[in-house]
């Protein structure tokens, strides 16, 4: 797979002097091993990348997500946390909020949700799965009535129902039961 466009002028602009080719190539590595289901190499091709380009949003992006498969959650946490902060997009913000509820910190869960709500430019199914989890964490925390209404937040039409909001109708469905 070759990477956009926008993505190698990033690594061209931060990657380390004369290391732009091997990082493009690295990151180019990393994320065909992850669609091919190789969380493993992808993180070990990703780290190399991170070596030669660590102020690239889109390598810490890929080795989040390569960790967050291996369920490596505080490594997972610290890379979407650096592109969250390098990028300042939200998009990855249902990645931090499981992380941080794997982590035992659910309660900054809600804030990203939140936050992936506001955001322009954060396609449904993330917006929905940010939201999923920090549900999740509150009716972890049994407070059952501030998660149904982070729910009610994903815009849903009765008539068309993507996988995204089938999962939050299920999810309803499973905290309306165990509030009794």
């Known amino acids: 797979s070759t990477l956009p466009g926008e993505i190698v002028s990033e ?3 931060t ?8 990082a493009i190539s690295r990151l180019e590595r990393a994320v065909d091993l992850l669609e091919r289901g ?18 690239s949003p889109a390598v810490r992006e890929v080795l989040g997500m390569a960790n967050y498969q291996l369920e490596r959650f505080p ?15 939200a998009d990855q913000n249902h990645i931090i909020a499981d992380s941080l509820r794997a982590v035992g910190r659910p309660e900054r869960a809600v804030t990203l949700a939140e936050e992936a709500l506001r955001a322009r430019g ?37 008539d068309v129902a993507g996988p995204e ?16």
Do not use: C, N
Request: glycine share 6%; net charge positive; aromatic share 4%.
């Open 122 to 158: 954060v396609p449904l199914a993330a917006k929905a799965e940010a939201v999923i989890v920090a549900a999740s964490a509150l009716a972890d925390q049994r407070k059952f009535d501030q998660a149904l209404g982070l729910l009610r937040r994903v815009r849903t039409r009765d």
């Open 165 to 180: 909001v089938l999962r939050v109708w299920y999810v309803t469905g499973d905290i309306l039961e165990r509030a009794g």
């Open 75 to 89: 490594e997972a946490l610290t890379e979407m946390q650096a592109y969250r902060r390098m990028s300042g997009r």
């Open 38 to 55: 190789d969380a493993k190499g992808a993180a070990a091709e990703a780290h190399k990348a991170k070596d030669l380009a660590p102020r």
């Open 11 to 13: 690594l061209r602009q």
């Open 15 to 22: 990657a380390r002097a004369g290391k732009a080719d091997d």
